[in-house]
């Protein structure tokens, strides 16, 4: 079961691209309280969605970069996903 403060944490996590951090001081919450939380395996999975939705976005961010023909961003993507191409 999560709580009223545990659905609001992920609010703010989400809000905030799963920066932990951020989160925790906007609701003026622990870092002890979190790691506590991370013992209930559905909250646990909530996290783990948002850390997820996170990467989505920001890879969305890169894919953009890449579309504008930004080099870095296409050295990037091709050393990190292009690596069994030899990259």
Do not use: C, H
Request: charged share 30%; net charge positive.
């Amino acid at each position: 079961m999560i709580t009223e403060t545990q659905e609001a944490f992920l609010q703010e996590l989400s809000e905030n691209l799963g920066v932990v951090s951020k989160a925790l001081s906007k609701l003026k919450l622990t870092r002890e309280e979190y790691n506590n939380w991370l013992k209930n395996q559905e909250f646990k999975r909530r996290v783990e969605e948002v850390n997820e939705l996170s990467i989505d976005y920001v890879e969305n961010k890169l894919l953009t970069q890449i579309q504008k023909g930004d080099l870095s961003a296409i050295q990037f993507y091709l050393k990190t996903k292009g690596k069994k191409r030899g990259y």
